[in-house]
T-cell receptor
Framework: GQNIDQPTEMTATEGAIVQINCTYQTSGFNGLFWYQQHAGEAPTFLSY??LDGLEEKGRFSSFLSRSKGYSYLLLKELQMKDSASYLC??????????WGAGTKLIIKP | IAGITQAPTSQILAAGRRMTLRCTQD?????MYWYRQDLGLGLRLIHYSNTAGTTGKGEVPDGYSVSRANTDDFPLTLASAVPSQTSVYFC?????????????FGPGTRLTVL
């Protein structure tokens, strides 16, 4: 079956760095997405990886290892506004997104 | 303002009633999607459309139907609502079904079926 695993909740301190991990098993693979979702709002796109390696975008970076079925999202210089859920999603062979349940990130001052 | 709109924002519905959730995008995207989001679960795809006039079933299509008469609109209909359809429903769109296209989400409709 298809499965995306990520931690349910993480806590970090303002100004620090946090890494959110995601492991996946899907029927085929056409890329991995990370989305941010603030409480009561819609998900918004953060990153897309289809090749192995690290993609950096400002304070956020995303890493992919296809051989390990593994990705992480790295958030640097954490700000209070980064408190949100982070959703990992894989695109399968039918170009449908399979979503993880999300990681709720709590930032403390 | 470019984006996706959904209506209504929230709705309380009696079981057995028919309900249509509306979704409109003005980005001229070819692909559109309907998801439901439930606590503790990931977003689950209900139906999708890769272009006007065509639709497809996602992971959880039972009890739902869609139509795509034009590029902009993608309504989702619950023919006879049941309490298990209580959820937050998100409409999304992307330029196409291709892998590298990010999906843009509407603000969601919170539906409660009693």
């Amino acid at each position: 079956g298809q499965n995306i695993d990520q931690p349910t909740e993480m806590t970090a301190t303002e100004g620090a760095i946090v890494q959110i991990n995601c492991t996946y098993q899907t029927s085929g693979f056409n890329g991995l997405f990370w989305y941010q979702q603030h409480a009561g709002e819609a998900p918004t796109f953060l990153s897309y990886n289809v090749l192995d390696g690290l993609e950096e975008k400002g304070r956020f970076s995303s890493f992919l290892s296809r051989s390990k079925g593994y990705s992480y999202l790295l958030l640097k210089e954490l700000q209070m506004k980064d408190s949100a859920s982070y959703l990992c999603a894989c695109m399968d062979s039918n170009y449908q997104l399979i979503w993880g349940a999300g990681t709720k990130l709590i930032i403390k001052p | 303002i470019a984006g996706i709109t959904q209506a209504p924002t929230s709705q309380i519905l009696a079981a057995g009633r028919r309900m249509t959730l509306r979704c409109t995008q003005d980005m001229r995207h070819n692909a559109m999607y309907w998801y439901r989001q439930d606590l503790g679960l990931g977003l689950r795809l209900i139906h999708y459309s890769n272009t006007a006039g065509t639709t497809g079933k996602g992971e959880v299509p039972d009890g739902y139907s869609v139509s795509r008469a034009n590029t902009d609109d993608f309504p989702l209909t619950l023919a006879s609502a049941v309490p298990s359809q209580t959820s937050v429903y998100f409409c999304a769109s992307s330029d196409s079904l291709d892998s590298y296209n990010e999906q843009f989400f509407g603000p969601g409709t919170r539906l409660t079926v009693l």
